[in-house]
C-alpha cells in the first residue's frame, strides 16, 4: 500500500460506498469516512471494509473535507466523493507515481468522468472534470466554504494530470438527481453572495439556452441519445431554479 490516506465524507451513500472504498484499498493505507449522519447502511459498509470512520455533523462541503484532511495520518492525501470509483488504470497509473519515492509533483488532477445510471463504464466521449484530488496537503488544502469544495493550486505551481479515468456513478437517475440539484441549489442561493441584481434577471432569461448548449454540445450529451438529451435539459434547469432561488432569496430576506 502506498503512503496515501484516503477519505470521503458522506451521508446515506450505501448505493456506490462499498465500490469507492475497495478502489481506494488497492493503493491506500488508510481509508476515512466522515459520516454526517447516515440512516442507510452506509457506515456498516464502511467498516466491514476496514474504514476508520467518524461522525461530524454537516458544516458544508469545504469545511466538511478540511475536517477529514485534518484526520489522516499521512501528507499525501486522495479525495473521493462517496460515488467516484477509481478504475484499474487509474489505480496503476497511481501506483507508478510512487515507484521512486515521492512524486514530481505535488498536486495531481483526476479525470472524473460521467457514467450514466445502469451503465458500468462512461459512454463514448463522455464528459470529466480534471480536478485536484491527490495531492500534498502540506502543499494545499480544501477552503472552508459551505459550497465551494476545490482546491486551488498556488500561483506558479506545476499541477500534474493523471490520463485514466475516475469513475463518477453520479446518479442512480433522474429522481435521485433532481432531489439532489434541488437541495444543492437551495444552499447556493443562501450562501452566494449577489453583487448586481439586474444580472440575475438577465440570467434568469438568458442562461437557460446557454446551459443547454454547455451540456448538449461542449460536454458531449449528445453522444448519450434520448436520455443525453434529458439529462442536458435537466442540467440546464439546475442552473434556472439556482437563479430563481436566488432572486427569491433576494426579495425575501
Not at 25 to 30: L, P, R
Not at 191 to 204: Q, R, V
Amino acid at each position: 500500500m502506498l503512503p496515501i490516506s484516503c477519505f470521503i465524507i458522506a451521508e446515506n451513500e450505501e448505493r456506490c460506498i462499498g465500490e469507492v472504498i475497495d478502489s481506494a484499498k488497492a493503493i491506500c493505507n488508510e481509508i476515512i469516512v466522515v459520516d454526517s449522519g447516515s440512516t442507510d447502511t452506509t457506515l456498516q459498509i464502511a467498516k466491514s471494509l476496514g474504514a476508520k470512520t467518524l461522525f461530524r455533523e454537516w458544516s458544508g462541503y469545504g469545511d466538511q473535507k478540511r475536517f477529514a484532511e485534518d484526520q489522516c495520518l499521512n501528507k499525501w492525501l486522495l479525495n473521493l466523493d462517496a460515488d467516484e470509483v477509481l478504475s484499474q488504470e487509474l489505480q496503476d497509473e497511481i501506483k507508478q507515481l510512487f515507484t521512486n519515492g515521492e512524486p514530481k509533483q505535488s498536486l495531481y488532477k483526476i479525470k472524473v468522468t460521467t457514467v450514466y445510471p445502469g451503465e458500468r463504464k462512461p459512454r463514448w466521449l463522455a464528459e470529466h472534470n480534471d480536478v485536484i484530488r491527490l495531492y500534498d496537503k502540506t502543499v494545499a488544502r480544501f477552503p472552508k466554504h459551505p459550497t465551494w469544495d476545490a482546491i486551488t493550486a498556488p500561483r506558479g505551481l506545476n499541477v500534474g494530470l493523471l490520463k485514466s479515468p475516475c469513475f463518477h456513478f453520479s446518479s442512480p437517475g433522474l429522481d435521485h438527481y433532481v432531489n439532489k440539484f434541488n437541495r444543492y441549489t437551495t444552499l447556493q442561493a443562501k450562501k452566494t453572495p449577489i453583487k448586481n441584481p439586474h444580472y440575475l434577471l438577465i440570467k434568469l432569461i438568458l442562461g437557460f439556452p446557454v446551459d443547454f448548449f454547455k451540456a448538449y454540445i461542449i460536454k458531449r450529451h449528445f453522444t448519450g441519445g434520448t436520455y443525453g438529451l434529458i439529462l442536458a435539459f435537466t442540467h440546464a434547469f439546475s442552473r434556472f431554479l439556482k437563479v430563481a432561488k436566488m432572486i427569491e432569496h433576494l426579495k425575501f430576506k
